[in-house]
């Protein structure tokens, strides 16, 4: 049986001949954003699962190359329903929706926007703000890492930022880098550090560096998820339990494909597609339709249950991306329960049999 949270936004699943039918149960207590976890050996807690902002204002890899008053409104809803389920850690990145990479608007300038907007409700709000520097192959020492850093502020409309991260590995000044991110710290404009995209060498590289300045590295940003194990493979997962660093998740939910929502027939649009074709969502079915299943036995939906399973790996935290209100009060519904030890194993004995689709490029840097 699964323990369940009186939470703000809980979800519950009605079964109905024509399909399933997801359902919103609102109460007014939420404990989710009491039962915080730090990141790694810094001072900063966070929520056990945050919300990924990848998606606000991208036109380049998301909602089909276009950006309207529409999306923007869904993005704003996305936003307020976290918040009021009590999800507060959000991520994003100055690369996010931004010109350089095609963007309509950066996804930063949005994060900004929603927080001020909220804040006129509710002055005693606080948001866990992360977002990265672009490890950009023209920026060169720690000097980038700081006027990028501003620049990051400026857009968020904030004076610091709770977590800031180096994106990917930079081709070459990495140590510049790291310096870059102590000097955030002691100036003040952080509360903690992080890397992305770090593999097991460049990950200790950067526990040591800050390590000598007493400063902590709390948490590695990485591709993470049921059907994409690459960190249990490649070392970075054991080194992150080793050296108290939190792992966190991104694309958790592997870009949609493990939410039920595609099929053979009805692959993801744009360049998903090329990722999840119908062939690999044909070889998906058996464990979509067991985490069905699991699913079923808790009221979860499928979405649910995998989140489910990265926090039962201890020390993970699952930033889901949300385009919508309903997509983060699902998300929600991740938290307050836990499968049990053999339905984990289950799921990823049955994972194990599907060959891993692409990943970030630059993890095997």
């Not at 936004?9 to 039918?21: D, H, N, V």
């Given at each position: 049986m699964a323990?369940?949270?009186?939470?703000?936004?809980?979800?519950?699943?009605?079964?109905?001949?024509?399909?399933?039918?997801?359902?919103?149960?609102?109460?007014?207590?939420?404990?989710?954003?009491?039962?915080?976890?730090?990141l790694g050996g810094s001072d900063l807690k966070v929520t056990k699962l945050g919300i990924g902002a990848w998606s606000w204002g991208d036109t380049s890899y998301w909602n089909n190359f276009e950006w309207d008053d529409k999306k923007l409104k869904s993005a704003k809803t996305a936003f307020d329903a976290s918040i009021d389920c009590g999800i507060t850690f959000i991520d994003t990145a100055e690369v996010y929706g931004s010109k350089f990479s095609f963007g309509a608007i950066n996804s930063e300038t949005l994060l900004g926007r929603f927080i001020k907007e909220r804040k006129e409700k509710d002055p005693e709000l606080e948001v866990a703000v992360a977002t990265?520097?672009?490890?950009?192959?023209?920026?060169?020492?720690?000097?980038?890492?700081?006027?990028?850093?501003k620049d990051s502020l400026a857009r968020l409309e904030l004076s610091s930022v709770d977590l800031y991260q180096l994106h990917w590995p930079g081709i070459w000044g990495n140590e510049g880098y790291i310096d870059g991110l102590g000097d955030a710290v002691e100036q003040g404009l952080v509360k903690a550090v992080g890397v992305s995209n770090y593999s097991e060498k460049h990950l200790r590289s950067a526990y040591e560096q800050l390590k000598k300045r007493g400063i902590p590295l709390a948490s590695n940003q990485v591709n993470y998820s049921l059907i994409y194990r690459l960190p249990e493979q490649n070392g970075v997962k054991a080194a992150c339990d080793e050296l108290g660093v939190t792992l966190i998740a991104y694309s958790p939910i592997a870009q949609g494909a493990l939410t039920g929502k595609y099929t053979p027939e009805n692959p993801p649009t744009g360049p998903r597609r090329q990722i999840y074709t119908p062939e690999f969502l044909t070889k998906l079915q058996p464990l979509i339709n067991r985490i069905k299943e699991i699913g079923e036995s808790y009221s979860k939906t499928p979405t649910q249950v995998v989140l489910n399973?990265?926090?039962?790996?201890?020390?993970?935290?699952?930033?889901?991306?949300?385009?919508?209100?309903?997509?983060?009060?699902?998300?929600?519904?991740?938290?307050?329960?836990r499968l049990t030890q053999q339905e984990i194993g289950q799921l990823r004995s049955l994972a194990s049999d599907l060959k891993p689709v692409t990943g970030f490029p630059v993890e095997k840097l």
């Open positions: 323990l369940h949270f009186s939470s703000g936004c809980l979800f519950s699943l009605s079964q109905r001949r024509s399909g399933q039918k997801i359902r919103a149960v609102t109460s007014k207590s939420s404990v989710i954003e009491d039962d915080k976890v730090k990265k520097f672009a490890a950009l192959p023209w920026r060169l020492g720690r000097q980038s890492v700081l006027a990028a850093l399973w990265l926090i039962a790996q201890d020390n993970v935290v699952p930033i889901p991306g949300a385009k919508n209100a309903e997509q983060a009060k699902e998300f929600a519904g991740a938290l307050g329960w």
